[in-house]
């Protein structure tokens, strides 16, 4: 009985436990566990090429996301700027250095960390590097890509910037500049990739 | 095959996914054959975990709520401004849908996650009769929304960095900033390390009792 569910016919809901028998699904739909409603799987629709191109687009507007100014303050003559990391750096100086590293993490180590694990992940699977060094990197880049995903938090970081300059527009004026743009281009494309990433499907390459 | 019935777990049938790579594993392999890590049927000991963390982070909330988390200098005065404050002069200076998202994720989704966390650790720490699929869909809200209270230290940062000008405008952080990062912090951690297949455990007998789910 254990060996013989222990195969692909049955899935382990990983909230409930409940065991269920696995269904081919038709595109689009995702499976959700009857007990408890978490999302057991869903069909892959990854595909390599489409993933590669998305990430060599972010990887694009990585660094200038990063150096260039996410937003400008004109006051009284004097203009200020602020990237992401000078914003981390801001609050650390100021010796709140745990909210410093949050922001560092989450808006600039964990995004590049993840996409440069994605690009990695893509490459050995699509030049089929079989060799038992390439295996054992993917399987460390796979074991830690739910923790980056977690950790990535692009989405909430373009919020704040918006948030920001409604409330900064009240003492003076706000401009958006390059780095704003490459930024939302960042976001848009990781979030284009994170859909189009599937976990499940990376780590049964490995089964091969 | 045909003793597969709907009410069946893994536990029963010595399955575990693994923790790491997901792969369905036979228990008794003690590691997942894919990716090597060990296999666990249910981690009892992070209901402890889970439980020192959200009380934790519950206390690290009334500093985080009660202490100035931003200060600003402007034209020469200044003023400390604790979450709720900040939020109450934005309704004030018409910024109401601003002052909305900010209540969302800087004082609804902290208080909401930690009362969900103790309802959902009381459940299965003192076996009450919730339900358990009503606990389980606040448990995924819980998780997904979560992240989102990182927006304020977000908004810090920028508005530190940007409005530094002496005595004529300046935005600095406050004490209750670090507060509040922790509480983000540790209130992710609780939910993360919590093995939720306790709850589905430890309530089953019961329900089996009552003849229904
Ligand atoms: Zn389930």
Redesign the pocket.
Known sequence: MEQECADNSVVL??????V?RKRALPSGVRAL??????T?YDTPYCSINGMLALCLTALLFLLPANVLPVLELHFLGSVRTTTIIEGAMAVSNQGYWIVGIAVLVSAVIAPALLIWSVFCQILIIKYRLNSPFFRAVLKRLLSYQGLLAQLSMLEIYMISILVSVFQLSDFADIFLGMGTFCFGMLFLVTLFLQREYNLEHMWSVLDE | MSELNNKMQGITLGLTPCPSCGKLSVHSDIHCKRCGKALVLRDYSSLHKSWALLITATILLFPANLYPITMLVNRGQIRHDTIFTGIVHLVESDMFPIAVILFTASILVPMLKIVGLTAYLIAISFRLPISKQKL?IGFHIIEWIGRWSMLDLFVISITAALVNMGQLLDAKPAPAATAFALVILLTQLAAKVLDTRLL?DRLESKDDANGNT
């Open positions: 809901c990983r909230s409930c436990d409940l269920i566990c009857p007990r408890c409603h978490t057991l | 389980m589905w």
